[in-house]
């Protein structure tokens, strides 16, 4: 039973640039969400998905935005990196918005130098 | 609004010694409770969860919580601790909002094991 996967694993990026984080749920989920990790915090809500459209977003700037693909898989971009973009970025996937368990990936840890 | 408070940034025990984690939320509406552990550059692990029922939820290695909904808490235990058991902890509530669910997670609690 594959889990929820995320690539990549690890980038670096330099100001301004943009980046593309993608993610493929567990398998039998539909919905996917996006949270940032800053060092020593707890996980930040970005944004969920689910039937390929955006049903809720977190406060975070229109620099962030998402797209879900019919397959389910997720990705996140984000534009116009800021140094305070740098962080792990952890998708989880759950089936339906109904409130029940959410599963994480291992995260993508992006550096912006 | 509804809000997470983890009352101790960290935490450091003996090994086989019992262990709480605090977990306080603030919520106008019904949760769901859930605890999850992290370990060194991993994602989050869930450890257990309380939908309804009985309060006291036991989970993975060992671990149980108990809700109040009195004292809207949901701390976490351990009767007898190991060195594999430090790892960050993270509980999380979630909650009906605009036709879906919203997830929001406290700023965790780091738990050292100490040999």
């Known amino acids: 039973d594959a889990g929820v996967t995320q690539s990549p694993t690890h980038l670096i990026k330099t100001r301004g640039q943009q980046v593309t984080l993608r993610c493929s749920p567990k398998?039998?989920?539909?919905?996917v969400s996006w949270y940032q990790q800053a060092l020593g915090q707890g996980p930040q809500f970005i944004f969920q998905?689910?039937?390929?459209?955006?049903?809720q977003r977190g406060n975070f700037p229109d620099r962030f935005s998402g797209h879900q693909f019919p397959n389910y898989s997720s990705e996140l971009n984000v534009n116009a990196l800021l140094l305070g973009d740098s962080a792990l970025y952890l998708c989880?996937?759950?089936?339906?918005?109904?409130?029940?368990?959410?599963?994480f990936g291992e995260g993508s840890w992006l550096t912006v130098v | 609004a509804q809000s997470v408070t983890q009352l101790d940034s960290q935490v450091p025990v003996f090994e086989e010694a019992p262990v709480e984690l605090r977990c306080n939320y603030s919520?106008?509406?019904?949760?769901?409770l859930f605890w999850y552990v992290q370990y060194p550059n991993q994602g989050l692990q869930l450890l257990l969860k309380?939908?309804?029922?009985?309060?006291l939820v036991k989970g993975i290695n060992g671990f149980e919580a108990e809700f109040n909904k009195s004292q809207t808490s949901f701390h976490l235990r351990k009767p007898s601790v190991h060195i594999s058991d430090t790892a960050e902890y993270f509980c999380?509530?979630?909650?009906?909002?605009?036709?879906?669910?919203?997830?929001?997670f406290g700023t965790g609690t780091r738990l050292k094991v100490l040999a």
């Open positions: 989880a996937s759950s089936l339906g918005v109904t409130g029940n368990t959410i599963y």
């Open positions: 398998s039998g989920h539909d919905t």
């Open positions: 998905y689910y039937e390929e459209e955006e049903r």
């Open positions: 919520s106008s509406v019904s949760v769901y």
């Open positions: 309380y939908l309804s029922g009985s309060t």
């Open positions: 999380a509530v979630t909650f009906p909002t605009s036709g879906t669910y919203k997830y929001i």
